[in-house]
T-cell receptor, first 114, second 112 residues
Framework: SQTIHQWPATLVQPVGSPLSLECTVEGTSNPNLYWYRQAAGRGLQLLFYSVGIGQISSEVPQNLSASRPQDRQFILSSKKLLLSDSGFYLC?????????????FGPGTRLLVL | QKEVEQNSGPLSVPEGAIASLNCTYSDRGSQSFFWYRQYSGKSPELIMFIYSNGDKEDGRFTAQLNKASQYVSLLIRDSQPSDSATYLCAVSKAGTASKLTFGTGTRLQVTL
């Protein structure tokens, strides 16, 4: 079966500091990978998605970036965090295309920028 | 107009009753429709998805889709206190990588 991991689980960072969140998927190959952010009281917002190694699509312009150095690894980064970057960051994976393609979420990273 | 709209709730139902959660969407090109459950402080977990008009049943859950009315619903039969959570409706469009657009969720409270 497939498993998705995210770390760290929680993170408190000062404004202006860098960020690196990691997501890995086990039990599948060539998944589609996604980063979402859920701000307090708001819905999930898609930030980035990737259909393969080195292929990143950005949905929302911001000071975040994503990379996919390996097939089952997805990294979310920032050079300088803003207060508005606080939130619950969720990685998800899916496989294939078409109406049955379904996304499954990792446990998430809760980020607080002070 | 939001792309995916849900009543934020809370929706309160007694234990054993049917809970009805509703979602409307604006894009007629939407392909598939998903219901996720999210407990407080946790990540969303998939309940079920539907992509054809009509009903789809999975245990105590039934998803209903009406593309003409751009409306999707989730019925939970025999509601249990453990069903108390926020229910997220998500919509995808056809294309490479199923990008989901989420509603803000409906909070369900099942009372004893």
């Amino acid at each position: 079966s497939q498993t998705i991991h995210q770390w760290p689980a929680t993170l408190v960072q000062p404004v202006g500091s860098p960020l690196s969140l990691e997501c890995t998927v086990e039990g599948t190959s060539n998944p589609n990978l996604y980063w979402y952010r859920q701000a307090a009281g708001r819905g999930l917002q898609l930030l980035f998605y990737s259909v393969g190694i080195g292929q990143i699509s950005s949905e929302v312009p911001q000071n975040l970036s994503a990379s996919r150095p390996q097939d089952r690894q997805f990294i979310l980064s920032s050079k300088k965090l803003l207060l508005s970057d606080s939130g619950f960051y969720l990685c998800a994976w899916s496989k294939g295309t078409g109406p049955k393609e379904t996304q499954y979420f990792g446990p998430g990273t809760r980020l607080l920028v002070l | 107009q939001k792309e995916v709209e849900q009543n934020s709730g809370p929706l309160s139902v007694p234990e054993g009753a049917i809970a009805s959660l509703n979602c409307t969407y604006s894009d007629r090109g939407s392909q598939s429709f998903f219901w996720y459950r999210q407990y407080s402080g946790k990540s969303p977990e998939l309940i079920m998805f539907i992509y054809s008009n009509g009903d789809k049943e999975d245990g105590r859950f039934t998803a209903q889709l009406n593309k003409a009315s751009q409306y999707v619903s989730l019925l939970i039969r025999d509601s249990q206190p453990s069903d108390s959570a926020t229910y997220l409706c998500a919509v995808s469009k056809a294309g490479t990588a199923s990008k989901l657009t989420f509603g803000t969720g409906t909070r369900l409270q099942v009372t004893l």
